[in-house]
């Protein structure tokens, strides 16, 4: 049984979620991928040499003959010259329309090979196997594909979704704790934005979670991705609804634009929901002020930053919110907070509000 069903049609999946799945790796994919006999399985230079083997071996005790490619750690990765090169592989392991491609990894692999996976042979199966917190919550579910261009990230890529999810919680125990936390402002983003009764949750496992305890993180990546599956299948090209998945994300691009070289992505966008937050007070959008306050403290337990860099003008983010490529003919369409567990998605915010909002966040 699966732990997660997105229902996409004739494109539906399953996610599977628990401690101690990669080695049961190989026997999940036969199931799902009968025809599969040969597999290329993508992971990174961290990644490979703590899980590479147990995830090779769980595939050819299953019959698929598996060649494994090592790309270097980092967003770099993320290249269409990398891309190139996995083709390269894909034909070298003689992958055929009934292979697959499995992502080990973080979101640049899964990013990365889906997108691989979508264009070779005008598409092969791919499996994802997330082995961060953001990655498991985020990016293996949805199936957004693609890689960067020096002009930008994410600008190439393809809506391909994987064949199934495995997302092994123990995976995380040697994730840094600094990646650990950084997923984890995904984690309180889908309680604001669906599920208030989560982020209560979340709230009083601040500590457990932090201590990679197995059961907490099992719940929290379960609920997180019953909650995105539930956003993707209502709109799964993103044409709608799936715009709450922005929440807290208008600052935080423009965030990470402006500091992405210092500041991890989960870290922008746990400033950018405290702006959002400030934001939707300011308009009177948001019922009160308490949002804002169990926001602030939940993020800043979690050690995650809820103010601008030191010394940072809020004023220098103007352009960066300008160019968010989720505006609509240049009108940013916010994601604004009403209470936890429910937001609304609107144009209409007030200039002042938002000066407002971005002044708050001045150190
Ligand atoms: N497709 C989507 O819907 C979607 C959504 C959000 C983000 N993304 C993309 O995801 C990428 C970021 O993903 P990420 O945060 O997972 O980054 P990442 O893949 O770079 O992983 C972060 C770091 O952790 C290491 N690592 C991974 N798993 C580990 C483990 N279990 N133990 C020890 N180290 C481990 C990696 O080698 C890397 O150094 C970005 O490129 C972003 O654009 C995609
Ligand atoms: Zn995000």
Redesign the pocket.
């Known amino acids: 049984m699966a732990d997660v069903w997105v229902e996409l049609g004739e494109q539906s999946y399953p996610i599977y979620i628990g401690a101690g799945l990669l080695g049961r790796l190989g026997a999940l994919v036969r199931d799902r991928l009968p025809e599969t006999r040969r597999a290329l399985l993508v992971t ?4 490979g040499p ?2 590479g083997e147990t995830a090779r071996a769980a595939l050819e005790e299953a019959g698929i003959a598996t060649s494994r490619v090592t790309v270097a ?3 770099a990765s ?1 290249s269409l010259s990398q891309a190139f090169s996995l083709y390269t592989s894909c034909v070298r392991a003689e992958l055929d329309r009934t292979s697959a491609i499995v992502a080990l ?7 990365l090979s ?1 997108f691989v996976a979508a264009t070779y042979m005008r598409g092969i199966p791919y499996v994802q196997v ?6 498991q919550v ?9 890689v ?1 261009l020096p002009q930008g ?2 600008l190439v890529g393809a809506f391909y979704q994987p064949s199934l999810v495995v997302a092994d919680v123990e ?6 704790r600094r ?1 650990l936390a ?2 984890m402002a ?1 984690v309180v983003k889908y309680g604001v934005i669906r599920d208030e009764e989560f982020l209560k949750y979340v709230e009083v496992q601040v500590g457990n979670l932090l201590a990679h305890d197995p059961a907490a993180l099992e719940r929290v990546v379960q609920t997180s991705c019953r909650i995105k599956a539930d956003v993707v299948a209502a709109d799964p090209r993103e044409k709608g609804l799936r715009a709450i998945l922005n929440f807290g994300h208008t600052v935080g691009h423009a965030l990470e634009a402006a500091y992405g070289y210092m500041w ?3 870290e922008c966008v746990a400033v950018g929901m405290v702006a959002a937050a400030i934001i939707a007070r300011h308009s009177g959008i948001a019922e009160d002020g308490r949002l804002e306050v169990r926001l602030k403290r939940v993020l800043e337990r979690l050690g995650l930053p809820t103010m601008l860099p030191e010394g940072v003008d809020p004023k220098d983010l103007g352009p960066y919110l300008r160019m968010d490529k989720k505006a609509k003919d240049g009108i940013i369409h916010w994601v604004m907070p009403v209470r936890a567990g429910e937001v609304i998605v609107t144009p209409k915010v007030a200039p002042d509000a938002i000066r407002w909002g971005l002044e708050a966040l001045r150190r």
């Open positions: 990174d230079s961290n990644v703590l899980y750690a980092g967003e993320k990894g973080g979101g640049v692999v899964g990013d889906g997330p082995t961060t917190l953001l990655a985020d990016s293996a579910v949805g199936g957004k594909t693609g960067d990230k994410n995976t995380l125990k040697t994730l840094p990646e950084a997923g995904e991890l992505h989960g």
